[in-house]
């Protein structure tokens, strides 16, 4: 069933727990994280970056992530994540996205502000929920970085006595707030600032978003949630975990004869349900 960003959020808030929200850039994606979110009956929301534009064009994949989420036997909500114009978070309302981020972390206070209050007015032309963000987890949401505190001079952590101007200022749904994440693949093990979601979630009151999610700690996970976090963002560690399923299945067939293709998709398609399924239980609080 096809639901908002804020209706999720809510209903996470009465559970005290977290939603994950996975990045679906092919349609092997979308039915790994339904398919894992069915099992286990959960909520869950999938999105598709800007920044995948590369990879897959919204006006592809979008369709389908729409499809597939009308038709789950959960509630889904379709994300538009890390939108960097105001036409391309336009474009994906228009398709039908029942929510949209707005990122201008990088621009002024002042610029961000006020685009974030447009992006906002649009969204709610169709009801859609908008997150947006203040302060900066560095890389791109790509998923092919490596993340650690030198490669990462650009990460700034949330103030929430800014962050609470800006919601005030916005109106939106949800704040990413950065708070030591970063995205992509992490060398060491990130040094997390939980006072900074505590505080944000305090004086703004509203959920809290973690971006950078993959390669955390079972126990960051929960202290995160129980600190104001609502949504997870998670994509690294679920591609690269439907990669190592690809490689063994070519292993495993290459001394045999022939490598299917359909094999192998079959292969990646499983090994990423079963990492969605294990991240999807530790952000349900169970």
Known sequence: ?????????????????????FNTPNLESVMAVIEAAEELDVPVIIQHAQVHEEIMPLCVIGPIMLDFARRAKVPVCVHLDHGETLDYICGALRMGFTSVMYDGSVLSFEENSANTKMAVSFAAQTGASVEAEIGSMGKRETGSGQANEKEDPDKIYTDPGQAKRFVEATGIDALACSFGTTHG???????LDFSVVENVRSLTGIPVVMHGGSGVSEEDFRKAIRAGVRKINYYTYMALAGGDGVKAQIKEEAFDGPVMYHDVVSRGVREMKENCKEAMRIFAMR
Do not use: D
């Open 1 to 21: 069933m096809l639901v908002t960003l804020k209706q999720i959020l809510n209903l996470c808030e009465a559970r005290q727990c977290a939603a994950g929200s």
């Open 185 to 191: 693949v992490y060398l060491s093990k990130p040094k």
